[in-house]
């Protein structure tokens, strides 16, 4: 007896298709679900989050000559065409320096070149006898005698290619000053917004010569000098305009 083969026939039936699309249309839901979930997920993680702060402006500083009263003025450099002002010994601000300080905001900053005093002679200069080494100390202070800062200034002295400048107006060689800057010590003192105007003053002065070495403090000596005076501060705010108002006829 000879048996036909079997054949099976494995296409799904009506019920098996409906579950599929039913599977197929759950696993979309889910998915869009979870996909929705996500996306407000993000959205409050934005919205929480703070925009960068904006960075703070720079304040300008504008940097002009100081208005100096000086009350024992050595004279006009004759190469840097600076003026230069004795700085004398004091305990007070009478005699001192003044500097009147500018309408501003904030903190200022008083500049100045600090120099030591040198009394030239082209006869101990020849002779090899004009060797000197200075070493000068000043105090700038407020209106109340405040001190705000103190300032030192080193230099030696053995030729006149150690002056820092010659100073004409003199009855010496070239129509020379005897006495001329020596050195240069650029010095930078902070000033409190405050302060009015600042006073500079000679503390003492250490010379160190062949001689010896000799220390002088007494009161109203020449003892250092100061050139190129300068006050660095941000100046106050313009205020905005006022709107003039035109009335209609």
Not at 12 to 20: E, F, K, L, N, Q
Not at 68 to 79: D, E, F, W
Not at 172 to 185: D, L, N, Y
Not at 206 to 232: C, K
Request: charged share 20%.
């Amino acid at each position: 007896m000879n048996h036909e083969p079997r054949t099976t026939n494995h296409e799904p039936t009506a019920g098996a298709s409906r579950y599929t699309d039913r599977m197929r249309c759950v696993t979309w839901v889910i998915t869009l679900a979870l996909l929705a979930a996500l996306a407000g997920e993000v959205s409050a993680q934005s919205a929480k989050r703070k925009p960068a702060p904006k960075p703070k402006a720079t304040p300008v500083l504008k940097t002009e000559p100081a208005k100096l009263t000086c009350p024992s003025q050595l004279g006009t450099g004759v190469k840097t065409q600076r003026v230069f002002c004795d700085v004398l010994t004091g305990r007070t601000i009478e005699g001192a320096v003044a500097v009147e300080m500018p309408a501003r905001t904030g903190v200022a900053t008083l500049l100045f070149d600090l120099h030591n005093r040198q009394t030239y002679s082209e006869q101990q200069v020849r002779a090899g006898k004009a060797f000197a080494d200075y070493v000068t100390t000043v105090a700038v202070v407020g209106p109340d005698g405040v001190l705000l800062g103190r300032a030192a200034a080193q230099a030696s002295f053995r030729t006149a290619a150690d002056l820092f400048d010659r100073v004409g107006g003199g009855a010496g060689p070239g129509g020379m000053k005897a006495v001329a800057p020596v050195g240069a010590e650029p010095v930078r003192v902070e000033i409190p917004p405050a302060v009015p105007r600042v006073f500079v003053l000679g503390e003492r002065l250490v010379v160190e010569t062949l001689d010896g070495r000799d220390t002088f403090s007494a009161q109203g000596r020449p003892v250092a000098i100061v050139s190129n005076v300068r006050v660095e501060y941000q100046p106050v705010p313009a205020k905005p305009a006022k709107k003039s108002s035109t009335r209609k006829r």
